[in-house]
């Protein structure tokens, strides 16, 4: 009764699975664990036997431990070798399980298995109306940053026609205590075929990476991690991906604030801004989330010696602004308060600033009602036609 599981750092800075005795106060062994990733979706059963846990690399890996889970695992590599599958129910016996099984080129479909039988039937799938056969591989890549951070990314371009000199979207994501992954995302598809290319990075700060990497991001919202989507930027124009002239930042709550910020700072010449739900007054931000879980972590990332809230506020930089925003905010948000955006938004049209605002009535942070998706890539995708101009064809 004394020992438990716990997820903490091993010896290198990743997060891994150990068994600790609560009397002692301290770890007794390490279970499970990558070398060089932290691992999530840990699975124990009522035995208190490790079932399975995952990490995320360059691609997802689910790493079985039980009989049963690992000739599951060979179905699945055998079934399906370029995807990802993860088991979202199962049997109290644990013979049968419902997979879901998904790849950037692939919406998520839903199988069951009889792992006795070795049988799999497909019973449902998501987005069954898209057409798969233009989806676009997602690769991972990397850059180095300005102060010599390796920074880890995936880069999305058009499947058919020209691969270098594209109209970009550079798609930063949201936390920022998160990560961008090797998966179906319908917002990257989205603009692939139309014919943009697409950047998503883990800027420092990250998670996923290790303790270092994530903490690289504290005291740096409003600087390096900025620092290291302009690099990005700078990353598709030198390696001839981007066309200088057509690129646009884009991206929701966090990845919002930085398309936002990232006009402000205009290290590159971008030529519009898309921000879904963003981060727009840092002080607003910090004292929503005072008293409340998820406080100290913010404060970790915003305050900082070296630049004030204030500087690195969207909302306070609107006179540095010159280009085009598409600005969009669910009227129920409850982790960025629709005030956040209704402030920029006030502040951008007092200033005439070239400026469209939309108001998803009920929507929420995730986007989660159909007809706000689609209402939200349709004026994605007339803005971008105005701004960018994408290449004639697509």
């Known amino acids: 009764p004394n020992i438990i599981l716990i997820t903490a750092n091993d010896v290198n800075g990743k997060l891994a699975l150990f068994s600790y005795d609560v009397n002692l106060q301290q770890k007794i062994k390490k279970i499970a664990g990558d070398p060089l990733m932290d691992i999530v979706d840990v699975a124990i059963n009522e035995d208190f036997e490790i079932e399975q846990y995952a990490f995320n690399r360059e691609k997802p890996k689910v790493v079985r431990l039980t009989e049963k889970g690992m000739a599951l695992t060979q179905l699945i590599e055998k079934t399906f070798p370029d995807k990802v599958a993860t088991i979202d129910s199962e049997s109290r016996d644990k013979n049968k399980v419902i997979l879901s099984v998904k790849s950037p080129t692939s919406p998520t479909s839903y199988y069951l298995v009889d ?113 290291d989507i302009n690099d990005g930027t700078r990353f598709m124009i030198e390696e001839g991906y981007a066309d200088p002239d057509r690129i646009c930042m884009m991206g929701g709550s966090y990845g919002g604030y930085a398309a936002l910020q990232s006009i402000v700072m205009n290290e590159f010449p971008y030529k519009c801004a898309i921000s879904y739900a963003p981060i727009t007054n840092l002080p607003g931000l910090l004292q929503y989330f005072k008293g ?13 010696d070296d630049w004030s809230v204030e500087d690195a506020s969207p909302s306070n930089n609107v006179d540095k602004i010159n280009v085009p925003v598409l600005l969009m905010q669910g009227t129920k948000d409850l982790q960025v308060i629709p005030l956040q955006a209704q402030g920029f938004y006030r502040r951008m049209n007092e200033a005439g600033k070239n400026i469209k605002f939309i108001e998803f009535e009920g929507g929420d942070h995730s986007m989660s009602n159909e007809k706000h998706r689609i209402k939200f890539l349709k004026e994605s995708e007339k803005f971008l036609n105005i701004h960018l101009k994408p290449a004639s064809g697509i």
Not at 292 to 304: H, P, Q, R, T, V
């Open 292 to 304: 409340i879980d998820g406080y100290k972590a913010y404060k970790d990332y915003i305050e900082s």
């Open 115 to 227: 792992i006795q039988e070795g049988t799999l039937n497909k019973i449902a799938e998501t987005y069954k109306n898209v057409d798969k056969l233009k989806l676009s591989e997602k690769m991972p890549i990397s850059y180095v940053a300005r102060d010599g951070v390796e920074i880890p990314g995936y880069l999305s371009l058009p499947k058919d026609g020209p691969n270098k000199n594209l109209p970009t979207i550079i798609l930063p994501h949201g936390g920022p205590m998160s990560r961008d992954t090797w998966n179906f995302d319908y917002w990257t598809q989205f603009l692939t075929t139309r014919g943009y290319a697409v950047l998503q990075m883990n800027y420092r700060g990250s998670t996923g990476y290790g303790e270092e990497f994530r903490m690289m991001g504290y005291h740096e919202w409003g600087r390096k991690m900025l620092q």
